[in-house]
Antibody, heavy 122, light 107 residues
Framework: EVQLVESGGGLVQPGRSLRLSCAAS????????LHWVRQAPGKGLEWVSG????????AYAASVKGRFTISRDNAKNSLYLQMNSLRAEDTALYYC???????????????WGQGTLVTVSS | DIQMTQSPSSLSASVGDRVTITCRAS??????LNWYQQKPGKAPKLLIY???SLQSGVPSRFSGSGSGTDFTLTISTLQPEDFATYYC?????????FGQGTKVEIK
C-alpha cells in the first residue's frame, strides 16, 4: 500500500523557517516525481513545488519561489520542503503528493498524504 | 499562469441525479486535465486523469470529457458517498493550477 506521511508542521512566527518532511513507502520511491500542494483553511488547492525522480527538474509556484526549497533523499525515501521567510499567507495544510506516471514529471497526483498544518502567526 | 474556472461553485442534488461540473482553462491545455474529489477533513483523491481516463479503483459512474479549453466531469447516478468538493487541475504546464472547486451538496 502506498503511504505518504508528512511531518514538521507547527506554529511559527512570520519571517522564521520551518522544514517539512514526507516519508514514503509502498512504491519504488526513486521512480516517481513528487510534489507539495497546500490548502489554506477553508480554501482551495494550490500547487507549491515539484521535483523529478532524480532531482534534475525542480519547479516552484511564484508565490514561494526564492523562499522555499524542495529536495529529496532517495536513499531515505523522503521528500522535504525547506520554508524560509514565512508569511501569514503561507498558513495552510501542506500535502505531499506523488506523480501517477513513472519517471515523467506530469503533475497527475495519484496519492496524497494526510497533510501537515503550518500556521504562521505572531 | 493558466487560470482554471469551474462552474458552478456549488450545487444541490439528490441521490440518483446526474451531475455535471464544468471546467474551463484560460488557454488550450489539450487533454492535460485532471479531476479530484475531496471530502471534509480528507486529502483529495484522483478520479480522472488526462481528461477522460478513469483512475484505478474509481467507480464507473464518474466520467470525464473535453479537450482544449472546455472540460466536463459527470457523475451518472449520484450516490450518498459522492457528496464532496470537486477540483479540476491542469497538468499542461508549470505552475500546475487548480480550479476553485465545486461543492456538491445534498438537496
Amino acid at each position: 500500500e502506498v503511504q505518504l506521511v508528512e511531518s514538521g508542521g507547527g506554529l511559527v512566527q512570520p519571517g522564521r523557517s520551518l522544514r517539512l518532511s514526507c516519508a514514503a513507502s509502498g512504491f519504488t520511491f526513486n521512480d516517481y516525481a513528487l510534489h507539495w500542494v497546500r490548502q489554506a483553511p477553508g480554501k482551495g488547492l494550490e500547487w507549491v513545488s515539484g521535483i523529478s525522480w532524480n532531482s534534475g527538474t525542480i519547479a516552484y509556484a511564484a508565490s514561494v519561489k526564492g523562499r522555499f526549497t524542495i529536495s529529496r533523499d532517495n536513499a531515505k525515501n523522503s521528500l522535504y520542503l525547506q520554508m524560509n521567510s514565512l508569511r501569514a499567507e503561507d498558513t495552510a495544510l501542506y500535502y505531499c503528493t506523488k506523480d501517477r506516471r513513472m519517471i515523467a514529471v506530469v503533475g497527475e497526483f495519484d496519492c496524497w498524504g494526510q497533510g501537515t498544518l503550518v500556521t504562521v502567526s505572531s | 499562469d493558466i487560470q482554471m474556472t469551474q462552474s458552478p461553485s456549488s450545487l444541490s442534488a439528490s441521490v440518483g441525479d446526474r451531475v455535471t461540473i464544468t471546467c474551463r482553462a484560460s488557454q488550450s491545455i489539450t487533454s492535460y486535465l485532471n479531476w479530484y474529489q475531496q471530502k471534509p477533513g480528507k486529502a483529495p483523491k484522483l478520479l480522472i486523469y488526462a481528461a477522460s481516463s478513469l483512475q484505478s479503483g474509481v467507480p464507473s459512474r464518474f466520467s470525464g470529457s473535453g479537450s482544449g479549453t472546455d472540460f466536463t466531469l459527470t457523475i451518472s447516478t449520484l450516490q450518498p458517498e459522492d457528496f464532496a468538493t470537486y477540483y479540476c487541475q491542469q497538468s499542461y504546464t508549470t505552475p500546475r493550477t487548480f480550479g476553485q472547486g465545486t461543492k456538491v451538496e445534498i438537496k
